[in-house]
């Protein structure tokens, strides 16, 4: 256990539905992160959320909506996707731009398949 | 131009022996984290070991270190006395803290498949 808790696990969805994914964590993380991992592709930074503030928008379409109510909480909006858009999506949070920071806590990820 | 690079997709290694896994970093930033991920087919990324431009010292975490050469640009991964419960994929990554711009997440590199071998 991480810290970083990410529902679903597993999620199966049409091109037409609409879902959205959720992280929690209560580390008292300021800064949270939504990742993209697609097979045989580098991890691909897709949102940063920092004190609630999303401050990075890595070029994602919109079919992808970010929403960060709370530093506690992030969620990932999901309406019209495509198959390529099958990937594992991993939560992260870390405290903000510490250069002690041991490390971005990562989610177990929610593993999506557009059908 | 790729900044995290990691050369060895794939590793077989027999058990109870040493592995380096390869990571060359690019940055112009003079602050900057390298991360060691581990990810078992279970899917969750696991924190392994860290390590700051300015650490003078090789990180060490248990049976990982890290061997760090910053004029080579270089962040590799060396486990000893490999088990097979380390079979997974592992991924280096880096953080560049003062940038002005540029993604303010982790850069991850494409990964290493390592296998032990009993």
């Known amino acids: 256990e991480t810290g970083v808790t990410q529902t679903p696990r597993h999620l199966v969805m049409g091109m037409t539905n609409k879902k959205s994914l959720k992280c929690e964590q209560h580390?008292?993380?300021?800064?949270m992160y939504w990742y993209k991992q697609s097979a045989k592709k580098p991890l691909e930074l897709m949102f940063v959320y920092n004190f609630k503030e999303q401050t990075e928008n890595n070029s994602v379409p919109s079919r992808f909506s970010p929403e960060c109510p709370n530093s506690s909480h992030l969620f990932l909006h999901l309406h019209t996707l495509q198959p390529e858009d099958s990937a594992l999506y991993l939560c992260?949070?870390?405290?903000?731009?510490?250069?002690?920071?041991?490390?971005?806590?990562f989610g177990q990820g929610t593993r999506l398949t557009v059908v | 131009a790729q900044k995290i690079t990691q050369t060895q997709p794939g590793m077989f290694v027999q058990e109870k022996e040493a592995v380096t896994l390869d990571c060359t970093y690019d940055?112009?930033?003079?602050?900057?984290?390298l991360f060691w991920y581990k990810q078992p087919s279970s899917g969750e990324m696991i924190f392994l070991i860290y390590q700051g431009s300015y650490d003078q010292q090789n990180a060490t975490e248990g049976r990982y270190s890290l061997n760090f050469q910053k004029a080579r640009k270089s962040a590799n991964l060396v486990i000893s006395a490999s088990q097979l419960g380390d079979s997974a994929m592992y991924f280096c990554a880096m953080r560049e803290f003062s940038s002005g711009g540029g993604a303010d997440g982790l850069t991850f590199g494409k990964g290493t498949h390592l296998i032990i071998q009993p």
């Open positions: 992260a949070s870390s405290q903000k731009k510490q250069m002690d920071t041991r490390s971005a806590f």
């Open positions: 580390l008292g993380h300021n800064a």
């Open positions: 940055t112009s930033d003079p602050s900057y984290g």
